[in-house]
């Protein structure tokens, strides 16, 4: 599965949820919405508006979510 995080700089809880993943040894990649415009774009589409926004297979939410992030 792909985790991908929908980040911007010196976000509290998109470091806490880089540190969880790291900690149960999952891959994931960081996309910086304030460098990416389609990515922005992406994250309002699917009706967020806080980072991060996390999209795990087909799931996907926003914030520090550690029960779903438990889940993976």
């Known amino acids: ?3 991908t995080i929908y980040s911007k700089p010196d976000c509290v809880q ?3 949820t880089y540190q969880m993943l ?3 040894n ?3 990649s960081i996309i910086d919405i304030t460098q990416d415009e389609q990515a922005y774009q992406h994250v309002r589409t699917l009706g967020y508006q806080q980072v ?3 999209i ?3 799931d ?3 914030g520090f979510r550690p029960d779903k992030l438990a889940a993976l």
Request: charged content about 10%; some cysteine.
């Open 1 to 3: 599965m792909t985790v």
């Open 14 to 16: 998109c470091n806490a």
């Open 22 to 24: 790291t900690r149960k």
């Open 26 to 28: 999952i891959p994931f």
């Open 52 to 54: 991060p926004v996390v």
């Open 56 to 58: 795990a297979g087909q």
């Open 60 to 62: 996907h939410w926003a």
